[in-house]
């Protein structure tokens, strides 16, 4: 009988973390990882929907920053009710986008979002983080920073 795999540790990492999105890959994105929310979450304007199945938007990754935006196309998987912070429900649609966090790499369906108040313009839920890593709520950036050798794009 064939011996189970052994699995890998699950990698730590830190409240916050550097991701970015394969769909933009030289736009390095300061996330917060969520536990408490079961759906990621993008900031994102100027949703329009095309008629092959595709989603374009308009991403703004940096806080307090103008100049930095990035459109992007991504397949439309859903439209999702989501619980926001403040209790209200809301109708988000949801993309499928592959996320980088230091060597990991896979999709995560991603629900879009005005964000423009809250301190991050993207969480990372449970959903996308569950057999992956582990998470130090006392730990910032354990995987690098976007202006390591690793990491592309400019510092925050």
């Known amino acids: ?15 916050r973390e550097w991701i970015t999105l394969s769909a933009a890959p030289s736009v390095p994105i300061k996330a917060k990882i969520d536990t408490g929310a079961r759906t990621s979450a ?16 308009i991403i703004h990754p940096h806080q307090r920053r103008g100049g930095d935006e990035t459109e992007l196309v991504a397949p439309l998987v859903d ?18 986008l592959e996320v980088e966090l230091g060597p990991h790499r896979w999709p995560v369906e991603i629900t879009l979002t005005r964000r423009d108040s809250m301190g991050f313009r993207m969480l990372l839920g449970r959903t996308a983080l569950r057999g992956r890593f582990l998470v ?21």
């Open 136 to 156: 130090d709520p006392a730990a910032s950036f354990l995987l690098g920073s976007p202006s390591s050798p690793t990491r592309n794009g400019p510092l925050e």
């Open 42 to 57: 993008l900031h994102a304007t100027g949703i329009r929907y095309a008629a092959d199945g595709l989603l374009r938007f």
């Open 79 to 96: 439209h999702r009710q989501v619980r926001s912070s403040s209790g209200a429900v809301e109708p988000r649609p949801t993309v499928r």
């Open 1 to 15: 009988m064939p011996r189970p795999r052994a699995q890998a540790p699950p990698c730590h990492i830190g409240w």
